[in-house]
C-alpha cells in the first residue's frame, strides 16, 4: 500500500499542476504554447500514474492487458506534449526530428494497442516484493517489435531533453537549462536502477514509470517562479504607469490652466482692441465733429443767429450720441450692469448712440411697463436685436428716420423697428445677410417670434415679440 500511496501523492501533484497551467495556458497571451503542452503533459502523466495503481494490483494477465491498453493512451500522450514542450521551453526546435520522434511514439503505442498482448511476447503476471516487504503485480515477458521502438523512443526522448538544455545552458540561459537538466536526474537514476535490477544486482523496483515525475516538478517550480516574476514585474509595470498618468495629468492640468489663462488673455485683448476700435471710429469722430462745431459756433453765431441754433442742436446731438456711445462701451465693459438697466434705457442709449454717429433721427416709444416679469436674457437678446437692426440700417438701408416702438406687458414683450430706406425683396436676400441670420438665430434661442418684412423703395420693418408663457405669436418669416 505505500507503493501506491507515494504512486497517488505523485500523480495528485502532477494533477494540480496541469489544472493550473491549463488554467494561465488558456488565461496568458505570453508563452501560451509552451503552458498549454505543460499542461498536456502533466495532466496525461497524473493518469498514468494512477493507470498504473489499478494494473499492479491486477489479478490476471487480461485485466492487467486491458488496463495497459487504456494506458497507453495516456502515455503517447504524455511523451508526445512533453517534447514539444521542451522544444518550446529551451527554444531548440528542430521540427524534422521532433516529427519523426512524434510519429515513432504514436506508432508504437498504436500498435502495442492492436497487438494481442500489447508489447510483449508470452506475457505472464507475476508478484514483485518491494524491498520493504510490500508486493506488487508485474507483467513480464520479451519485449516485441513494438516495444523496442517504445523503448528506443524514450530513450531518443531522454536524449533530446539533455540536448536541448545543453543548448540552452550554451546559449546563456544557464538557470532555466539547469533546472530542465536536474528534473532530467531522476528519470536517468530510475531507469539505470530498473536496469540492474533486471541484472540481478540490485532488488527489482519499477521506478521507470515514476521517471519523469522530476521533470514535472522542476519544470513546474520554475515556470511558478517565471509567472510570479511576471506578476510582479506587471505589478510594477502598473504602478510606474500609474505614476506616469498621474504627472502626465499634472502637467495637462498646468498645461490647460497655462492654455485657459492665454486664452483669457487673449479675449482680453481682442476685446480691449474692439472697443479701442469703436472709441476710435464711433466716439472720437463724433467728439471731433462736436469740437469742431464749438470751435466754430460763437462766429457763425454772431454772424447768423439762426444758423448759430441749428449749429447748437447739432452740437447738442453729437454730444448726446458720444455719451450714448460711452454708455454702450460700458455696458459691453460691465454685463452685471447690462442686465441691471431697464430696456427702455437701453433702447435710449442706443437711439442716442446711433443718431449721433449717423446724423438720423431716431423716435423712440415706450409703452406699458413689463420689466418686472422680463428675464435678463430676454432683455439682452431684445437689445442686441435692436442693435443688428440699427447697424443694418447704417450699412444698407440709406434711411432719414427711424422709428422704434416697445409695447411691454406683463405676459407679453414686442420691439418694432421700421426705417424708410430703399428696402430689399426678402425672397432673394443672400447667404451673406449675417446681420439678418443672427438675429433669427438669436431670437430662435430665445422663444422669440421675429418678423422681417420690406419692400424696395419702402423701407424695412423688423419686429420681435416674447410671450411669458413660452408661446410666439404669429409665424415666422422665411426670409430672416
Known sequence: ??????????????????????????RRRTNKFRNLTFAVFALAYAATLLMGIGYHNANSVASFLALGRIDVIFVLTALVALIWFISAYTSFQPRMFLFILSASIVFSGLGGM??????????????????????????????????IIA?????????FIIVAGIVQFRRGERKPAVILLAGMSWFIIALFYEILGMSGLVTYVPLAETGFIGI????????????FRSEEELVIYRLNLENMVMERTVELEAAQAQLVDQATAT???????????DLHDEVTQTIYSAALIAEVLPKVWARSPEEGERNLQKLRQLVRGALAELRTLLFELRPAALEAAQLPDLLHYQSDAFTGRTRIPVNLDVAGDG??????????????IAQETLNNVAKHAGATRVNIALQQSPDEIQLMVVDNGRGFEPAEATADRMGLRMMGE????????????????????????????????GEDSADR
Open 442 to 473: 438669436r431670437a430662435d434661442n430665445l422663444g422669440m417670434n421675429l418678423l422681417v418684412e420690406s419692400k424696395p423703395g419702402i423701407g424695412t420693418q423688423v419686429s420681435v415679440t416674447w410671450l411669458a408663457n413660452g408661446t410666439a405669436m
Open 114 to 147: 492492436l497487438s494481442p498482448s500489447l508489447i510483449y511476447n508470452d506475457p505472464v503476471l507475476t508478484t514483485l516484493t518491494l524491498p520493504w516487504g510490500e508486493e506488487i503485480v508485474n507483467l513480464e515477458g520479451s519485449e516485441n517489435i513494438f516495444g
Open 371 to 384: 420689466n418686472g416679469a422680463l428675464p435678463a436674457k430676454v432683455k439682452i437678446g431684445l437689445f442686441r
Open 1 to 26: 500500500m505505500a507503493y501506491n500511496a507515494v504512486i497517488g501523492v505523485v500523480a495528485g501533484v502532477c494533477l494540480g499542476f496541469g489544472i493550473l497551467y491549463l488554467f494561465i495556458g488558456y
Open 216 to 227: 514535472a516538478l522542476a519544470m513546474s517550480l520554475q515556470m511558478a517562479g517565471e509567472v
Open 267 to 277: 479675449a482680453t485683448f481682442e476685446e480691449r482692441s474692439r472697443l479701442a476700435r
Open 151 to 159: 523503448l528506443l523512443a524514450q530513450l531518443a526522448t531522454l536524449g
